[in-house]
């Protein structure tokens, strides 16, 4: 069974930094395209940021020039590096993968369980 579990959330300072980390697991052919996603309290779910298996990225205009988004294919690992934190970037981020299971000519679509960012003083 494929799992997403996402790890390195907390409670940081205005101006201080996170990493996040998402591995996957599970019996999985290939990895395609992977993101990050939030939702605050009230708000809806958006995409922080994406990364293609070939290493291309989009951004929310939001977190550009603080937010970098990395995978490592080898290991199935999904990463945001985030900096120059802002209370507006409290949240619970959520990892998603579009991926093929082995054994299965289709991919699906995989969501994590997502962990809390909170930036308060």
């Known amino acids: 069974q494929v799992q997403l579990v996402e790890s390195g959330g907390g409670l940081v300072q205005p101006g201080g930094s996170l990493r996040l980390s998402c591995a996957a697991s599970?019996?999985?052919?290939?990895?395609?395209?992977m993101g990050w996603y939030r939702q605050a309290p009230g708000k809806q779910r958006e995409l922080v940021a994406g990364i293609t298996r070939s290493g291309a990225t989009n951004y929310a205009d939001s977190v550009k020039g603080r937010f970098t988004i990395s995978r490592d294919n080898a290991k199935n690992t999904l990463y945001l590096q985030m900096n120059s934190l802002k209370p507006e970037d409290t949240a619970v981020y959520y990892c998603n993968a579009d991926l093929r299971p082995e054994g299965v000519a289709v991919r699906y679509n995989y969501w994590g369980q997502g962990t809390q960012v909170t930036v308060s003083s």
């Open positions: 599970g019996s999985i052919f290939s990895i395609y395209g």
